[in-house]
């Protein structure tokens, strides 16, 4: 299995924060050239959720890589978790399994979206939050971004790890060179007490 690192321009890492390298399965297609997906590793694999997984990925341009055999950056590494070739077929399961029903969502009431934009109401902002996502179908989402990926032309390529830093608020950005790029889906599985254990302990 192949292992690598990708590198860091030190002009993306900004503020003080926690830094750790993360692990992500790479992906890439035996069809087309020039890009690959990178699929959770430890904070879904952890919460045991394939769609998670899913959900987290992020697809890369290959050309946009600076790969490297040890970590550019000293810092804690997290072990990845069932990270082989079993990933690629925990991915293509996903098409054969029932469709989800739809998430309920509370009633949007118009003084809500003031109290948002006024008073920065956090009770307001999640009633609002649960509206909107009551129009979307989880199993919907997912056969969409299977659709896009298309699991079945995919290869497994091994274990890539991307520098994560997670800064005083406990948000987490993830760094691709000289990019930072903030993941508010890692941040939400980051944060559960059994996750961010495992992450302290790094």
Same mark, same amino acid.
């Given at each position: 299995?192949?292992?690598?690192?990708?590198?860091?321009?030190?002009?993306?890492?900004?503020?003080?924060?926690?830094?750790?390298?993360?692990?992500?399965?790479?992906?890439?297609?035996?069809?087309?050239?020039?890009?690959?997906?990178?699929?959770?590793?430890?904070?879904?694999?952890?919460?045991?959720?394939?769609?998670? /997984? &899913?959900? %987290?990925? $992020?697809?890369? #341009?290959?050309?946009?890589?600076?790969?490297? +055999?040890?970590?550019?950056?000293? *810092?804690?590494?997290?072990?990845?978790?069932?990270?082989?070739?079993?990933?690629?077929?925990?991915?293509?399961?996903?098409?054969?399994?029932?469709?989800?029903?739809?998430?309920?969502?509370?009633?949007?009431?118009?003084?809500?979206?003031?109290?948002?934009?006024?008073?920065?109401? /956090? &009770?307001? %902002?999640? $009633?609002?939050? #649960?509206?909107?996502?009551?129009?979307?179908? +989880?199993?919907?989402?997912?056969? *969409?971004?299977?659709?896009?990926?298309?699991?079945?032309?995919?290869?497994?390529?091994?274990?890539?790890?991307?520098?994560?830093?997670?800064?005083?608020?406990?948000?987490?950005?993830?760094?691709?060179?000289?990019?930072?790029?903030?993941?508010?889906?890692?941040?939400?599985?980051?944060?559960?007490?059994?996750?961010?254990?495992?992450?302290?302990?790094?």
């Amino acid at each position: 299995m192949r292992l690598a690192y990708i590198g860091v321009r030190e002009n993306a890492l900004k503020g003080a924060g926690r830094l750790v390298w993360y692990p992500f399965a790479r992906l890439d297609p035996a069809d087309e050239e020039g890009w690959c997906l990178l699929i959770d590793c430890f904070a879904a694999a952890l919460a045991g959720s394939s769609t998670a /997984r &899913l959900l %987290l990925s $992020r697809r890369l #341009e290959v050309s946009r890589l600076e790969l490297h +055999p040890q970590p550019p950056i000293d *810092a804690p590494r997290l072990e990845p978790v069932s990270c082989g070739q079993e990933v690629l077929q925990e991915i293509k399961t996903l098409r054969s399994r029932p469709g989800g029903a739809s998430v309920t969502f509370s009633p949007f009431e118009p003084v809500d979206y003031a109290a948002v934009r006024m008073l920065g109401s /956090r &009770l307001a %902002l999640r $009633r609002i939050e #649960e509206f909107f996502k009551g129009f979307v179908k +989880p199993h919907e989402m997912v056969e *969409a971004l299977l659709e896009a990926v298309k699991p079945e032309r995919l290869t497994y390529w091994g274990v890539l790890y991307v520098l994560l830093q997670i800064d005083e608020k406990r948000r987490a950005f993830f760094i691709f060179g000289g990019r930072r790029v903030r993941s508010t889906l890692h941040e939400a599985y980051l944060m559960r007490e059994d996750v961010w254990r495992n992450i302290s302990r790094g």
